[in-house]
C-alpha cells in the first residue's frame, strides 16, 4: 500500500497530463497555468513555511557540539565541528549543505558471535544522497539555457564539465546517468532495508518516483524523442516573459515532464523536501556554542515558584545550629 | 513485580526483524523490567504538578482526566509556538535512517520502536493528523494519525525509553535531535500526570531539600564528616571542609549521588583530598547541594525552579565563582540552559584560579567552571604532585558522558587529567567515544531497579565496547565525569563485563596526589590496600 498508493499516483498523472493533451487539447493548461500556478505555490509555501518556523523562537542555546570545546588555549579547539564563533557556524553548515558532513559520519552498527558489537563505514547513503542532490542541482542549472536568450558563461562551463566525456550525439550528461542510479538505489534501498522499509511511509516513496518519472522522461527527450529544442525554448522563453506561447511539435513527453516537475514544485512546501529550507534553521547545527561566554536570551523566559533559601533555613534552622552549619537568622 | 532474573548471554540475542504489522497497527506491548513505576501523588503534589493520582502502566485504565486529548493537543500547540526545534523536526524529517541504529535502545533491544526516527515519528504522526492540511485530508497515507489512549500509551512507553543522550542527533543531516522531541514529549505527559516515581521523587526531595536523595543538612554534614574520617586513615590528614561559608570565594555544587553511594563517594572524598592541598577558599552548601537537575526530565518550568538555586545560593554566599563537579546532565544545564534561565550572573565575577591565575575565559557569562577544567589547568601548570605509580594497578578507560561531550564538547580535559594520574590509559573504540559515545543506558532518571532490562540493554552497546578493551589490553576500571554513571555502570559492569570497577576520575587524581605532610600512603581512595605499595615497605 506505502508503494503502491504513490506508484499509481504517479502513474494517474501521467495519464492525466496524456489524456488532456493528446485528446482535449489542454496544452496552454499544462504547460501555461499549470507550472505558473506551481511555481507561485512553491514560493509561496516555502516562505509560508519559513515565517511559520521562525516565529517560534529559539529558547536555548542547544548545538549538538561534535568536538572539543573551546576551553584552555592549549586544548586544540574543533572550530568546525564545535563553533564557539559566527565564522565558523557558517563553516560548519556549509560543510553541512554543500557536503552532507553529519551523514558522512554514518557507521554501520552489526552484531556479530560474542555477542559483540561491531561498527563500520557505511557511506553508501552519503555518497548517493550527495550525487542525487548535486546531480539534481546540475540538471536544474543545465536547464537555465531555456529561459534566457544568451545562454549565461555559467551555464555554458557548466554543460561542458557535465558533458567531459563527449560521448554521443547529443553530448551524453554525466548527471543525467548519476540522477537515475542514486534515484533508484535510493528507492531499492526503502525496499531492501527491512528496518527502513519498516520506517517508510507513502510520502517517501512518492517523491522518488517523481522525480524518477521527471528524470526519465526528460533522458528520452534529449537521447532518444530528440525534442524539438527550439519549440521547447519558445515555450520556456514565452513563461519567462510573461508572454506564453504554445509552439507546435513539441511533443507529448514534454507535457509530462513539465507536469510531473510541476507537481513535485506545488508538492514540495507541504512535504517532507522543505527539508532544503529547514536544514539552515536547524538549532542543534547553526548555532555557536557560546552559551558560557555569552548569555542566550529567551524571549518567553518567565519568573516561575522556587524554594527560596529563607524557606529552607525555616525547615531546618535547628538541625543547621545543631551541626554549627551558619544560619542567617538566630 | 518478579525479579529481573534474564542471563546476558539471553539478553544479548537481539531480534533486528521488524514486526509483521506495520508499526501504526502494532500496539504497544507494555512489558515488565522496561518501564519505571509512576511518581507518588505526593511528590507531584510538592512541586504543584497536574493530575496526581494512583495509575498503574499495566492496567488497561490509566484513569486520565476528562478532556486528556485537549490538554495534550492545546499543549503540543503551545510547545510548536515556543520551541523552533520542535516545529522544525516535526516537518523536516526525510526518515533516511541514519539515526535508525545509532540508539543504544535500538542496538540492545532491536525494537524498531526504539530507532529514533521511529521514536519521533509517534509523535509525529500525531502532530499531521492534526495539524497540517496533508495529514488532515489523506490520513495514514500520509504517516498521520488520531490521538488515541493507546498512542498515549506509546509514548509514555517510549518516551521513558530514550534517555535524551543526542547521539542521533550526531548523525542526522539536520540535526533533528531527539533529545528535543523526548523532553516534548514528557512535557506533554506530564500535563496528565504521567510522570514517573525515580524521577518524581528526586525532583520533589531538591525542591524541598535541595538535592534529589533528600539529605537534609546535618546529613550532609555528617556524610562529610564520614569521608574526612576515611581521609585521616588513607593520608593522616585532617580535613576541615564548611558550609554554607559567607565569604568564601568559590562556591562548589556537586550532585549529591555523590555523598551518597559508591564508587560516587570515592569521587567526593578526592574533591575534598585536592581542594584541601591547595588550600582553596571554598565551600559546600546544604542550600544548593544538588548540581544534577532531574527537573529537566519534566517540564523545562520544573528545571529552571530547581536549578535556580545555585545562582541564588552564590549570591547569598557572596562567592566570587563556581566549581561544578562531574556530572554529565548537569553540565548539560548548566552550559546550555542555567543562564538563559536565572542569569545573568552579573554579581559573580570572571572565574580566575587561585592557584594558577587562569582566567577561564570561556565561562565568562555563567561563570562555573569544570572540575575537569580547573584541574587540567592546574596539572599543565605543575601545581600538582603525582604519584602515578599509585594507579599503577589500574588499566583505565574514558567513558563520555553524553551531555558533555555532544552539549558542551568537554573531550580532552578529562583526558589529559587522566593520562597525568595513569600510567595505563586505554581509549574504547573511536566509533563508541567522544561525540559519539553512548549512553550508560539509564540516563534521565530511568536508573530505578524495576527497569533493569531497559538498562541493562541500554548499557549493552557501552559495556560491549568496554569489554573489547577489557579483552585486549585488560582495562579494570571505567574512568567517567557522571554520578548517573557511577550509580548505573557499575550494575550493567557487572551484568555485561564482570571485573571491570568504575571511578570518578577525580578519584583516580586524589590517589595520585602528594599530599603535602601526608603518612606514605598504603591504601588507595577505597580504603583497599594499595598493590606494590605495601611490599615496598616489607623490603625497605
Partial sequence: MKILFPFVAVMTLIIVVVAGVQFANLQFLFGVIIPYAALVTFTAGIIYRVIKWAGSPVPFCIPTTCGQQKS????????????????????????????????????????????KVVYGSDK???????????????????????????????IHVIESLDSFLQIGAPLFYMTDAVILAAVTYLFIRRIALPQIKYISLAADYFPLLLILGIACTGVMMRYFTKVDVVGVKQLAMGLMTFNPVIPNGIG??????LFLISVLFAYFPFSKLVHMAGVFLSPTRNMANNSRMVRHINPWNYPVHVHTYEEYENDFREKMKMVEIPVDKE | MAKFTTKPNELSKINLIPPQTEWMDTPVEIKEHMFCHPAKIKDLETVG??????????????????????????????????????????????????????????????????????????????????????????????????????????????????????????????????????????????????????????????????NHLGLE??????????????????????????????????????????????PGTYTAMGYLMLFHELGLDYTWSTYASEGGNFGFFTTNEMAKRLNSKIYAEAKRLGVKWILGGECGHMWRVLSQYMDTWNGPADFLEVPVSPITGTKFENTRATK?????????????????????????????????????????????????????????FYEMPENTIREKTFCCGSGTGLNASENMELRMRGGFPR??????VHDKHGVNMLANICAIDRATLSASMDYWVPGVAVAGTTELVANALVMKGEIERTLDIRLEPLPGKEASEEVN
Avoid at chain 1, 547513503?125 to 555559467?154: D, E, N, Q, T
Avoid at chain 1, 507529448?252 to 515532464?257: A, E, G, K, R, T
Avoid at chain 2, 594497578?393 to 589529559?416: I, W
Fill in chain 2, 217 to 262: 543538612p546535618h546529613t550532609i554534614k555528617s556524610s562529610i564528616d564520614l569521608f574526612v574520617d576515611d581521609i585521616e586513615t588513607i593520608t593522616g590528614i585532617k580535613i576541615t571542609p564548611s558550609f554554607n561559608r559567607k565569604g568564601a570565594e568559590i562556591l562548589f555544587v556537586t550532585p549529591s549521588g555523590d555523598l551518597f553511594a559508591n
Fill in chain 2, 368 to 424: 562555573m567552571v569544570h572540575i575537569s577544567e580547573f584541574t587540567a589547568d592546574l596539572i599543565k601548570n605543575g601545581k600538582l604532585k603525582l604519584d602515578k605509580s599509585r594507579n599503577d594497578h589500574l588499566k583505565v578507560t574514558f567513558h563520555d558522558s553524553c551531555n558533555t561531550s555532544r552539549g558542551m564538547g568537554l573531550l580532552e580535559e578529562p583526558r589529559y587529567v587522566l593520562k597525568n594520574v595513569c600510567n595505563h
Fill in chain 1, 252 to 257: 507529448v513527453l514534454l507535457y509530462i515532464h
Fill in chain 1, 72 to 115: 584552555m588555549p592549549w586544548i586544540k579547539q574543533s572550530k568546525l565541528e564545535n563553533p564557539s564563533s559566527s565564522l565558523w557556524v557558517i563553516g560548519r553548515m556549509a560543510l553541512e549543505v554543500f557536503f552532507f558532513r553529519s551523514l558522512f559520519r554514518n557507521i554501520k552498527t552489526e552484531m556479530r558471535e560474542g555477542p
Fill in chain 2, 463 to 468: 559495556a560491549n565496547a568496554v569489554k573489547h
Fill in chain 1, 124 to 154: 553508501w547513503l552519503w555518497m548517493s544522497g550527495l550525487a542525487f542532490h548535486w546531480s539534481f542541482l546540475i540538471i536544474l542549472l543545465r536547464h537555465f539555457r531555456f529561459f534566457s536568450v544568451k545562454v549565461p558563461y555559467l
Fill in chain 2, 49 to 210: 504538578f497536574p493530575n496526581a493520582r494512583e495509575w498503574k502502566p499495566t492496567e488497561e485504565d490509566w484513569k486520565l482526566p476528562d478532556n486528556w486529548e485537549r490538554t495534550i493537543l492545546e499543549g503540543m500547540q503551545s510547545l510548536l509556538k515556543k520551541y523552533r526545534s520542535f516545529s522544525l523536526f516535526m516537518d523536516i524529517c526525510v526518515r533516511c535512517g541514519a539515526c535508525a541504529d545509532k540508539c543504544h535502545f535500538f542496538i540492545g533491544s532491536g525494537d524498531p520502536k526504539n530507532m529514533p526516527v521511529l521514536r519521533a515519528e509517534l509523535m509525529r504522526s500525531v502532530y499531521r493528523g492534526n495539524f497540517t492540511l496533508a495529514g488532515k485530508i489523506l490520513k495514514k497515507i500520509s504517516g498521520a494519525r488520531d490521538l488515541t489512549v493507546n498512542v498515549l500509551k506509546e509514548w509514555w512507553y517510549y518516551f521513558y525509553q530514550c534517555t535524551e543522550c543526542r547521539r542521533c542527533s550526531v548523525f542526522c543531516p539536520y540535526g533533528i535531535d531527539q533529545a528535543e522531541i523526548t523532553m516534548m514529549g514528557r512535557e506533554l505527559l506530564n500535563l496528565l500526570g504521567l510522570n514517573i516515581g525515580w524521577i518524581a521523587g528526586p525532583v520533589a526531595a531538591c525542591y524541598m531539600k535541595g
